[in-house]
């Protein structure tokens, strides 16, 4: 149980497009999605709390109009990167957060990560 | 901010026990978690622990609690190659339990 999927798993894209990521919890309803991104060899860094049907909560220094997210079902929430640009090029992992009585209750199971090249 | 620190590196031989530190700043953690990742992949988790416990132990996994000293360990116990991985710290920080993320120990095992 507590699998969580994000799609696609790489993309490759045109500086200045948008890219478009779906993290899924497949098994167990998620209220609340956390979006990281990881750069090669460090560690994670949270960019925003997702709740669902309320907007996302940013950390200090992630811009919001560039990165969008929404948080439509209990089961999917969508990253959107805004006018990519080679600097965006990152790992991008979501992880989900289930309703309490599982184990380690707010336990966040991550999903496989998406790796993004802007061009 | 918070401040997680771990080691970078730690170089054991199949079999060896392997012990991973990690210390932290902020002390009003309810929950403490160990992730592990292997080389492209998203993080899995492997154990965590309860703040009003010093020690919890899961088949080889052993993760002790110094809450006075904010020092957390996982220990994993006749390690294999497949165990070879990066390890994460994380303790998870008020009422939505984010977790901030130590730098990582990278874990080579040699056979």
């Known amino acids: 149980g507590a699998v969580v999927s994000q799609h696609p798993s790489w993309v490759i894209c045109k500086s200045g497009t948008s890219v478009k990521i779906e993290c899924r919890s497949l098994?167990?309803?998620?209220?609340?999605m956390f979006w990281y991104r990881q750069f090669p060899k460090q560690s994670l860094m949270l960019m925003a709390t997702s709740n669902e049907g309320s907007k996302a909560t940013y950390e200090q220094g992630v811009e919001k109009d560039k990165f969008l997210i929404n948080h439509a079902s209990l089961t999917l929430s969508t990253l959107t990167v805004t006018s990519a640009h080679p600097e965006d090029s990152s790992f991008y992992i979501c992880?989900?957060?289930?309703?309490?009585?599982?184990?380690?209750?707010?336990?966040?199971?991550f999903g496989p990560g998406t790796r993004l090249t802007v061009l | 901010g918070e401040d997680v620190e771990q080691s970078l590196f730690l170089s054991v031989r199949e079999g060896d026990s392997s012990v991973i530190n990690c210390t932290y700043t902020?002390?009003?953690?309810?929950?403490l978690y160990w992730y592990k990742q292997e080389p492209g992949a998203g993080l899995q988790l492997l154990t965590y622990?309860?703040?009003?416990?010093d020690m919890k132990q899961d088949q080889r996994l052993t993760v002790l609690l110094n809450k006075k000293d904010k020092h957390l360990s996982l220990r994993i116990a006749d390690t294999q190659t497949g165990d070879s991985a990066i390890y994460f710290c994380a303790p998870g920080r008020g009422a939505t339990n984010k977790l901030i993320f130590g730098t990582g120990t990278l874990l080579a095992v040699q056979p």
């Open positions: 902020d002390s009003s953690s309810t929950y």
């Open positions: 992880s989900a957060v289930g309703a309490s009585g599982r184990a380690g209750t707010d336990t966040q199971y």
């Open positions: 098994d167990f309803q998620a209220t609340t």
């Open positions: 622990i309860f703040s009003n416990m």
